[in-house]
C-alpha cells in the first residue's frame, strides 16, 4: 500500500482511504464527503488524524497510512501501514467491551475510557500492511 496522495479517497469497494507518512509538514484536507458525512483528515510523519462531522474517529503516532477502512455499529475494520511503530487512537462507543484482532491474531478484550476511546499499539514493519479489526461485543 502506497501513501494516499491526495490525503483521503473513497475506494471502489466503498471503503475509505487516508494518511501520507511520507510528508514533512502537516497537510490537511476539510470537507471530504462519504456515505453522507463529510471527514476532515490530518497528516504528515508525525500524526494522522481522521475526523468525522466534526468529531474524533482516528489518530495515530507517528503517522500511518489507512486502507480500507470500513465501520458499521459492530465493528471497525482497517489496514494500517507506518514507518515504525504506532500507537492507534479509536473513538468508539464510552465503556464498552471489545474483542481487538491485530495481524489476524485476538490480543484480547479491551474497554474504552467514558470518552470512548480505545489505544491500540501496533508493531509495523516499513512496506507492510497490518490487519486491524475491532469487534464491540
Same mark, same amino acid.
Given at each position: ?25 502537516? #497537510? #490537511? ?73 491485530? #495481524? ?34
Amino acid at each position: 500500500m502506497a501513501v494516499v496522495e491526495e490525503l483521503i479517497r473513497k475506494e471502489a469497494d466503498g471503503t475509505l482511504s487516508f494518511g501520507n507518512f511520507d510528508l514533512d509538514a502537516k #497537510k #490537511k484536507l476539510s470537507d471530504f464527503e462519504f456515505g453522507g458525512d463529510l471527514y476532515k483528515v490530518k497528516t504528515f510523519k508525525e500524526i494522522t488524524k481522521l475526523e468525522k462531522n466534526g468529531l474524533f474517529v482516528y489518530e495515530s503516532v507517528p503517522g500511518t497510512v489507512v486502507s480500507h477502512m470500513k465501520t458499521d455499529s459492530t465493528e471497525i475494520k482497517f489496514s494500517v501501514e507506518g514507518l515504525e511503530d504506532a500507537s492507534v487512537t479509536l473513538e468508539l462507543e464510552p465503556e464498552k467491551e471489545y474483542e481487538v484482532y491485530i #495481524k489476524g491474531t485476538n490480543a484480547g478484550r479491551m474497554k474504552t475510557n467514558l470518552g470512548g476511546k480505545l489505544v491500540l499499539s501496533i508493531e509495523l514493519d516499513p512496506g507492510k500492511t497490518e490487519e486491524v479489526r475491532v469487534v464491540k461485543l
